[in-house]
């Protein structure tokens, strides 16, 4: 069973059309990366997944049952963004407990989760610190680290490190794809960035004015883009 699909998903915000009927099957603990040029409707797609953006027509599956019209906290996704608000106020283990306490999990289950999820994103040393204390690196683990801990189904991220500097970004892309290794979740990742894209996913979604140009593991892409627009941003010379 596919642990996520989508069926003719559409998206309007008054007369226009953002989202042009979308479909597409993840499979359970796939990498997927959602790619494109800014403003072609990467982030509605992820939003409308999440539950944070109302879908206008088509239906979206999480294992098997219809979410299209379920609260975000139902969904059992977790989602990391490109400005990751931490609480400055909290410590770094209080951040990551936070929503979990507000989950009503107990205690001692909350600190197996915080530690182990700590442990992963080498924050253990931190973990009494405030956000302000850290590096932006260290922050954007954190955030991964909140929804980590919450063991989500599916993990959405909308360009987690495109504020991080470029040698930051190499790095904590590294981290994210050990991450996957590691628990194995399924992870849609959204990107501008081809490099990313290239060295992230299992498999690329290239998304242009609404519509998915062409899905396909990173190197068929490359190797045979459908047209030219998937060609040029990909980055083959087709
Ligand atoms: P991306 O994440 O790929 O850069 P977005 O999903 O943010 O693209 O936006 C896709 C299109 O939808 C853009 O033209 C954007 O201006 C438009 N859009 C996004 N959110 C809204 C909104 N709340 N109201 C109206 N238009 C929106
Ligand atoms: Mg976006």
Same mark, same amino acid.
């Given at each position: 069973?596919?642990?996520?699909?989508?069926?003719?998903?559409?998206?309007?915000?008054?007369?226009?059309?953002?989202?042009?009927?979308?479909?597409?099957?993840?499979?359970?603990?796939?990498?997927?990366?959602?790619?494109?040029?800014?403003?072609? +409707?990467?982030?509605?797609? /992820?939003?409308?997944?999440? +539950? /944070?953006?109302?879908?206008?027509? +088509?239906?979206?599956?999480?294992?098997?049952?219809?979410?299209?019209?379920?609260?975000?906290?139902?969904?059992?996704?977790?989602?990391?963004?490109?400005?990751?608000?931490?609480?400055?106020?909290?410590?770094?283990?209080?951040?990551?407990?936070?929503?979990? $306490?507000?989950?009503? %999990? *107990?205690?001692?289950?909350?600190?197996?989760?915080?530690?182990?999820?700590?442990?992963?994103?080498?924050?253990?040393?931190? /973990?009494?610190?405030?956000?302000?204390?850290?590096?932006?690196?260290?922050?954007?683990?954190?955030?991964?680290?909140?929804?980590?801990?919450?063991?989500?189904?599916?993990?959405?991220?909308?360009?987690?490190?495109? #504020?991080?500097?470029?040698?930051?970004?190499?790095?904590?892309?590294? $981290? /994210?794809?050990?991450?996957? *290794? $590691?628990?194995? +979740?399924?992870?849609?990742?959204?990107?501008?960035?081809?490099? $990313?894209?290239?060295?992230?996913?299992?498999?690329?979604?290239?998304?242009?004015?609404?519509?998915?140009?062409?899905?396909? *593991?990173?190197?068929?892409?490359?190797?045979?883009?459908? #047209?030219?627009? %998937?060609?040029?941003?990909?980055?083959?010379?087709?």
């Amino acid at each position: 069973m596919a642990g996520l699909e989508l069926k003719a998903v559409r998206k309007d915000f008054g007369p226009v059309s953002v989202i042009k009927g979308v479909d597409l099957s993840i499979a359970d603990g796939e990498l997927v990366v959602f790619v494109g040029p800014s403003g072609c +409707g990467k982030s509605t797609l /992820l939003r409308m997944i999440a +539950g /944070l953006e109302t879908v206008s027509d +088509g239906a979206i599956r999480i294992e098997g049952a219809d979410v299209t019209h379920m609260p975000a906290s139902d969904r059992g996704l977790a989602m990391v963004f490109q400005s990751y608000a931490l609480y400055p106020h909290m410590s770094v283990y209080a951040n990551m407990a936070f929503a979990l $306490e507000n989950m009503g %999990v *107990a205690k001692p289950e909350i600190a197996k989760r915080v530690q182990r999820a700590a442990a992963m994103l080498r924050l253990t040393d931190y /973990l009494d610190r405030k956000p302000g204390a850290l590096s932006g690196g260290q922050r954007q683990r954190v955030a991964i680290g909140r929804a980590i801990v919450r063991d989500p189904k599916i993990f959405l991220f909308d360009e987690p490190l495109s #504020n991080l500097d470029a040698e930051l970004r190499v790095a904590t892309r590294k $981290e /994210l794809a050990a991450l996957h *290794a $590691e628990i194995g +979740g399924t992870m849609i990742y959204v990107t501008h960035d081809q490099v $990313e894209a290239m060295t992230l996913a299992d498999r690329i979604v290239v998304l242009n004015g609404g519509r998915i140009e062409q899905v396909g *593991a990173p190197l068929d892409l490359y190797n045979r883009p459908d #047209n030219l627009f %998937v060609a040029g941003f990909i980055g083959s010379p087709r």
